[in-house]
């Protein structure tokens, strides 16, 4: 098993899970490739199955909630390495 597998049953299982609420499995292909990454795609289909939308609306306004989050959490670790060079390298002159 490797990482492109489990990456593709990720995006089956979100696509599977948006199709049972009704919805197109285009959405699905679509709201798959704007999260991106397996653990992302894991938690909107949990969302799916616990709230069981019924709109497509709510769903995007989900998919668009994780991926602000996601691009949140990297630019904090970028700040958080910019901050550890930063420092690394004061306390290298001193």
Known sequence: MNGHDDWIRA???LVGSIAELGFPRELGEEV???LG???AMERMTAYLGYV???S???IVDEMLAICSEID???KKKEAEEAN???TDMLNDRF
Do not use: M, V
């Open 11 to 13: 995006k089956e299982r």
């Open 32 to 34: 798959a490739r704007q």
């Open 37 to 39: 990454g397996i653990k």
């Open 52 to 54: 069981k939308p019924r």
């Open 56 to 58: 497509a609306e709510i």
């Open 72 to 74: 949140t959490w990297r």
């Open 84 to 86: 550890a060079a930063y």
